[in-house]
C-alpha cells in the first residue's frame, strides 16, 4: 500500500490540490488531509481508490526496494 509521503510526492508532481484528489478519489478533503499527515489510518479501499486517482492521473508509485517507496512521472505512451 502507498504511504502519505507518497500520496503527498504524487500530488506534488502533478501540481495537484489535496481538494483535486479528494474529488476525484471519492473521499472529503479533511478525510484526504488527515491521510497525508498520518493523522489516520485509512481503509484498503480509501487507498485503492488515492492510488487509482492518481495513476490515473500520470503517476507511478515503485515498492520498497532496499532504497525506501517512491513514487515518479509515468512514462506516456510513445517515450522511450
Do not use: C, H, W, Y
Not at 478533503?29 to 492518481?54: F, M, Q, V, Y
Amino acid at each position: 500500500m502507498i504511504t502519505s509521503e507518497q500520496i503527498r510526492g504524487a500530488r506534488a508532481l502533478l501540481g495537484m490540490t489535496q481538494a483535486k484528489l479528494a474529488e476525484l478519489a471519492g473521499i472529503s478533503t479533511t478525510g484526504l488531509n488527515n491521510i497525508e499527515r498520518g493523522g489516520s489510518d485509512p481503509k484498503a479501499s480509501t487507498l485503492r481508490a488515492i492510488t487509482a486517482a492518481l495513476e490515473a492521473a500520470g503517476v507511478q508509485f515503485i515498492p520498497e526496494n532496499g532504497g525506501g517507496a517512491g513514487v515518479r512521472l509515468a512514462k506516456r505512451k510513445g517515450e522511450g
